[in-house]
C-alpha cells in the first residue's frame, strides 16, 4: 500500500505542479491545541473551479477530503483522517480564498466558504447590515459556524443555520448541487461537514441595531435544588439572557470542590440609543477582566453579543460540553448535572498542586476556577441534525430549549487531566439523556452512538441516506462521524 500511495502521491504532485500550489504533509490542530491529526496534504484552491477540479480528480482516489476553517471545536468531529489510517490520502482543505459577497433586494447576501465571521460582520457592517444572532465570539468560519449548530442566546433566537436560505455544495465527484428551501435544505443547515464541500450560502441578513446590555450579580441560594429552580425563574423572566454560574471551586484546604453559588446573569434589550458604543470595552463572558459586577452598555448588536478574537484569554485545554434540552426540564435538569459534577470532585484531587483559586476567583478572570456553568437559550427549528430540533417533541413542549454548558478549566495543560475531563464530560449523557431528552452540540465534547443519535434526530436515516448519494465512497466522513452516526458502510474503511 505504501508503494501505491507513493505513486499517487507522485501523480498528484505533478498535477499541482502545473496549478502552482504545491501538496505537503500538514499537521492540524484544534483552537485549544489538544485535538490533531495529519494529513497527506493541505490544498488552498483559488476558486471554486480550481476546488471542482481537485474533487474530480481525487473522487476515483478515493481520497479523504476534510474543509477546515479555524478550528474553534472541542471534540473530534472536525479532524481530518489521519495519514497512514486507511490505504487512502488525506487533504485537509482551506477555502480561504472564496471570498466573493453579493448584496441582494430584501438583504439577503451570497457569499463564499472562506469568510469567518471577524471580516464578514464589519464587511456587513459598512452595508448598514448584520445577522439576526450570533454566538458569544466572532473567531469562527461563518459556514463552520453555522453547519455545526452555533448559537447564541435568546427564547425567539434560532441557531446560526436558520438564516442560511441557500448553499452551493460540491459532492464527492465535484457536482455542484444548489440546495434551497425546495431542495433538502432543513438536512443540509447542520451538514457537519459530511454532506460535501460547501462553497458558498445565502443568508438573510437584516438592518443594524443596537442592544443594551445589563450584567448583575446575585447570590443564589445554597440549596441546589432552589438554585435551579431560581435559574429558571430568572431564565423566563428575560428574552435573551446567559446565566452564567454556578461555578465549582477547588479548595486547597479541605481538598474539595465547593460549589459558589453566585450568579452573573447578563440580558439584552432593544435600544434606539446610540450614544455609546462600549460593550465590546470589556466582554464579560470570555475570561477577561473583572466580569462578575453589575454594570450597563450599549453597542451595535453585533459587538453587544459577541467578542472579536483580541477579547478573547483563554485559550488552553478545557473539558466542555453543551446540551439542549426542552426548556421545561432546566429546573430538575440543572440541579441533576450540578450535584453530580459535585459528586465527581474527589476525582480531581490528584491534580490539584496549585494554590486556592477561590482567594483568586475575583481577581482577574471571570472563570478563572476549576468548573463553569453557563445556561442560555434557544429557539427550536426544523434542521433535522439541530441539536434543537423540534421533532418529537411533547405535545405541550413550548419549543424553546435552554442549554447547559459545563467547562473544566485547569491550572495548566496536562493530557491526563484532559482525559480525565473527557471521561467526566462522557458520563452526563448515559446518564441523563433520555430522562430530560438532552441533546450534545456536535462541536463540543460529544461521546453518543447511533443509538442514542438516532433518538434525539428521528430524521437521522434520511440524512444517512443524503450523505451516502453526496458521499459514496466515503470521502467526507471521519471515525467521530461513523461511531456517532453508525455509517456502517464506511467502518471498514478503518479496521
Ligand atoms: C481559478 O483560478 C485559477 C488559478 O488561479 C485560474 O487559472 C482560473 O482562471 C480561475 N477560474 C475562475 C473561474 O476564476
Ligand atoms: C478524540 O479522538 C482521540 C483519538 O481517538 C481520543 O483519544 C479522544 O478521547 C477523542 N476526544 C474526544 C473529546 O472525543
Ligand atoms: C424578505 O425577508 C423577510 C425576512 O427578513 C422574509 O420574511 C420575506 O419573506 C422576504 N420577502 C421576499 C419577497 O423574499
Ligand atoms: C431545598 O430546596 C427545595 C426546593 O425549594 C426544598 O424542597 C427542599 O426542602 C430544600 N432542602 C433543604 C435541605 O432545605
Ligand atoms: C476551604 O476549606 C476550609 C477548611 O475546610 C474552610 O475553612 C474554608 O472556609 C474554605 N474556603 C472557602 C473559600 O470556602
Ligand atoms: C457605557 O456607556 C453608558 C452611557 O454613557 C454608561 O452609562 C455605562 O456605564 C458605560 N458602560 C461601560 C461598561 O463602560
Ligand atoms: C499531569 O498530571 C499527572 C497527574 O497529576 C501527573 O502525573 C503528570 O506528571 C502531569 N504531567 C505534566 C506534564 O505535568
Ligand atoms: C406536558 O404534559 C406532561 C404529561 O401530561 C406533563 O407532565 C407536563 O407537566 C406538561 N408540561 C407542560 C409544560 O405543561
Ligand atoms: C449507546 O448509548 C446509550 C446511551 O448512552 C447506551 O445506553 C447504550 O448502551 C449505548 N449502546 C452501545 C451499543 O454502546
Redesign the pocket.
Known sequence: MRGLKSSLSAAFLSLVALNGSGAQAYRWFNWQVDITCDATGFFVPANESELIEFVQYHHPLKTHLRPVGNGHGFGNLTTCVNDGQTDRESYILSLTNLKHLDIHD??TVTFGGGWDLVDLIPTLHDKGLQVHNLGSEMVQNYIGAATTGTHGTGKENQNLATQILGMRVLDAKGNVHVIDKDNNLDAFRVAIGALGLITEVTL?A?PLSYLKRTSKVVEGSKNITKLYEEIAEIGSKYEQININGPNLVWNSSSQKLEPSTSLTFVYWEETDYKGATNCSVNFCSNDCGPCNRDYICYDYKMNGIATTPPGICYRGFMGQFEHFFPIENLAEAGTDYFNYAISQGDRLISYQEINDVMAEQNMARYESDDVTVITRFVKGDDTWLSPVNKYNLQPNASGIFATLEYSWMPSYNNYTLQWLYQDLASEFIPKFGETYDVRPHWNKMQFHNETYTSTIFPKMNDWLDIQEEMDPNCQFVNPFMINALGIDRCQSLFQ
Do not use: S
Request: net charge negative.
Open positions: 430584501n438583504n438573510q437584516e
